[in-house]
């Protein structure tokens, strides 16, 4: 069974930082893209950053690139989202995802879904 789980969330002040963390069990995640999606009350769900599990390669939205930073862990199976410099607009909660093939940012293409961790920035 295939199982993304999300931690790493909490309260921060404004320019702060958060990592959050998306342990992936139940598959390997070769051939994988891994995202970052998030979703503030009352908006849609939105993309932030996705990487490759087989390349590395990396994707950022607009709204993230500069502050926010996804990597991913090999050995622990684990994909990391470093989040800087964080604004009040980036409170939301934040989903990992998976999807096999290319790149996008297509919701419904996205295979797996995590249950999503709080974010909440104050100014």
């Known amino acids: 069974q295939v199982q993304l789980v999300e931690s790493g969330g909490g309260l921060v002040q404004a320019g702060g930082s958060l990592r959050l963390s998306c342990a992936a069990s139940?598959?390997?995640?070769?051939?994988?893209?891994m995202s970052w999606f998030r979703q503030a009350p009352g908006k849609a769900r939105e993309p932030a950053a996705g990487?490759?599990?087989?390349?590395?390669?990396?994707y950022y939205t607009e709204a993230v690139k500069g502050r926010f930073t996804i990597s991913r862990d090999d050995a622990k199976n684990t994909v990391y989202l470093q989040m800087n410099s964080l604004k009040p607009e980036d409170t939301a909660v934040y989903y990992c995802?998976?999807?096999?093939?290319?790149?996008?940012?297509?919701?419904?293409?996205?295979?797996?879904w995590g249950q999503g961790t709080q974010v909440t920035v104050s100014s």
């Open positions: 995802a998976a999807k096999r093939g290319t790149a996008n940012w297509i919701i419904h293409e996205y295979d797996y």
């Open positions: 139940g598959r390997t995640f070769s051939g994988y893209i």
């Open positions: 990487i490759s599990w087989s390349s590395g390669k990396t």
